[in-house]
């Protein structure tokens, strides 16, 4: 085991894969000289060359569409898109090539994409690079979603999405790149800071596509979520002293259903917390699952904590995503329910 954080664990795994791997490649804004403008792919290009880590133009349907391009023709390409919210001007490949490929060809073309990209708030990057739209892509069908919440998992999924034969949207929360927080941190005049890592195995391992983790065993609730928020969630929890259990989802598609409907039939009560809008984002698909599943286990109204449903405020960034204080009032109200 090494000592990592999530921006080394994602640079150990893109390394790992470029020396086992001659089909691998990394392509897209900066990661090859600059490695990357959180240096995740730093020191790839010096290693591997400018055929195996390029440098692309500003271009996000370019460099989506020459993945694509890629990938049909034997390569396994890891695109790399700067901000999650720059994903947009790729969003038809994605959804009209990416996904559909491999379907509309009956099989006779794959396309082993790895979309990585940082997505989410806390580093004060104001409307344009602070969103989380993991809702968008996990409703489409043909792409599988992933977002880690530690350095382990981080590396272990990355491995795995290049590895799969199927496009993964791979989205890396940049407010725990240097590692996980105690709840909410301060409003430093840095917006990062280095935090404690994580242990990581230094080879070759990976952590399966489609199954969630029990973050935190507990009786009292289940606590649903994801990302940055498995972190504030497990703070506002311990602050009022309960007993909660956390499921870490980490794979939105394909989603563990199993595990997460499981533990919410135990505890009976469930709090759903994300960074992006409540209003339509993947927690509402959370809520209809377990609904569906456990109405009778249920001993309380499930709850969701999520972002504003506004565009991303620059001035209320710590307002608008969960924080400490409003994970625990809907963990309070749900104990309190009968």
């Known amino acids: 085991m090494a000592q990592m954080n999530m921006i080394q664990a994602l640079n150990s795994a893109m390394d790992i894969k470029l020396g086992q791997d ?45 993945a694509i391009g890629m990938a049909v023709n034997g390569l396994r390409p890891v695109a790399e898109i ?41 580093i004060r990057g104001g409307q344009t690079h602070s969103q989380s739209p993991e809702a968008l892509f996990a409703h489409v069908a ?10 382990h998992d981080a590396k272990g999924l990355l491995i795995a999405a290049i590895e799969d034969d199927d496009p993964v949207i ?24 280095t935090h404690p890592k994580g242990e990581v195995p230094e080879g070759h391992f990976t952590v399966p596509i489609g199954k969630a983790e029990i973050a935190r065993s507990g009786n009292d609730l289940t606590i649903v979520t994801y990302g940055t928020m498995v972190h504030v969630s497990d703070a506002a929890a311990k602050g009022l002293g309960l007993d909660a259990e956390i499921i870490d989802v980490r794979t939105m598609v394909p989603l563990d259903a199993d595990t997460i409907c499981a533990s919410v039939a135990r505890t009976g009560r469930c709090v759903i917390v994300h960074e992006a809008t409540r ?40 307002e608008y995503f969960p924080g400490q204080a409003r994970v625990a009032k809907a963990l309070k109200a749900v104990m309190e329910a009968s």
């Open 22 to 66: 001659p089909s691998v490649v990394v392509l897209g804004e900066d990661v090859g000289f600059f490695g990357g403008v959180f240096r995740v792919t730093d020191g790839l290009q010096r290693k591997y060359g400018e055929s195996r880590v390029m440098d692309t133009p500003i271009a996000e349907g370019g460099i989506i569409a020459a």
């Open 279 to 318: 209003f339509a984002g993947f927690g509402a698909e959370l809520s209809a699952t377990l609904q569906e599943n456990c109405f009778w286990n249920l001993e309380a109204p499930i709850l969701r904590v999520a972002g504003w449903d506004t565009p991303y405020p620059h001035a209320f960034e710590w």
């Open 142 to 151: 043909g792409l599988r979603v992933v977002m880690p919440s530690n350095p």
């Open 82 to 122: 700067q901000f999650a919210d720059y994903i947009y001007p790729g969003y038809d490949q994605i959804v009209s090539e990416l996904a559909r490929i491999r379907y509309r060809s009956a099989g006779e073309f794959k396309a082993p994409v790895t979309v990585r990209t940082p997505c989410g708030g806390g």
């Open 170 to 193: 791979y989205f890396e929360p940049k407010r725990i790149y240097n590692g996980p927080f105690d709840g909410d941190p301060a409003k430093p005049a840095v917006p990062w800071s």
